[in-house]
């Protein structure tokens, strides 16, 4: 029986190695960008860990992210993603190149074609999905005519609240290529769908035009309408 230990954990290994493939394969499909981690861990919840996940496009990274807890569930007899949490994640991302990068191809444009079958089939597992970010860090950049504008934010939390989700960042820097725009110590947003419902923010510096600077203590933003 010993002597069956190794080849029966080589073979454990290689089925592994085999489903982590084929897990980024899909999912470099699904999204169109470059994907890989280092490993898949089973856990109790039950779910699945995966370790050090990185997305790129064309050499440059879009995110990094040291660790995703997975959580799985049944919905009758098909296999759901119940909760989504990425632990630490560093995101960059140059919004100008978003849209080129999300756009559909001149050809399915044209057609009027729906969205690849790889992506209508990762989206109904999501569905329903509870996601959440933790003490995350987020770099964007914006093209404007003055010149780039860097939002830079750190200690981003995005949680869960019933129907709504609730953006929470830490210290948060803008710039205007080298100058300081704003500065604000923490801020709040919570989202119903994709609108904004309300948000806040508690202390920060708005650094004028004329070099002067204007101190901020609270500033407080609530949807009134249903518009």
Not at 37 to 43: N, Q, Y
Not at 113 to 121: D, E, G, L, T, V
Not at 157 to 177: A, K, N, Y
């Amino acid at each position: 029986m010993l002597l069956l230990a190794p080849p029966l954990l080589w073979g454990m290994h290689l089925v592994d190695r085999g489903a982590q493939q084929e897990i980024k394969h899909s999912l470099g499909k699904a999204t169109g960008l470059d994907v890989s981690f280092s490993s898949l861990e089973t856990t109790l919840a039950p779910g699945i860990a995966l370790r050090d996940l990185q997305l790129s496009h064309r050499g440059q990274r879009l995110l990094s992210v040291p660790r995703i807890d997975i959580t799985l569930g049944l919905q009758g007899t098909t296999p759901r993603l119940r909760r989504v949490a990425f632990v630490r994640p560093s995101l960059t991302l140059d919004l100008t190149k978003v849209a080129r990068l999300i756009a559909p191809a001149p050809e399915a444009a044209r057609k009027g074609a729906a969205a690849p079958r790889s992506r209508r089939r990762l989206a109904s597992p999501l569905a329903g999905t509870q996601w959440s970010v933790h003490e995350g860090e987020v770099e964007l950049l914006f093209r404007s005519p003055q010149g780039p504008v860097r939002l830079h934010a750190r200690d981003v939390f995005v949680l869960p609240r019933g129907l709504r989700r609730r953006l929470v960042m830490g210290l948060t820097r803008v710039r205007l290529e080298k100058r300081p725009l704003l500065t604000v110590a923490s801020a709040a947003l919570e989202f119903e769908g994709a609108s904004i419902r309300r948000g806040g923010a508690l202390g920060g510096t708005l650094h004028l035009p004329g070099g002067g600077t204007l101190q901020l203590l609270t500033a407080r933003v609530e949807r009134t309408g249903r518009g």
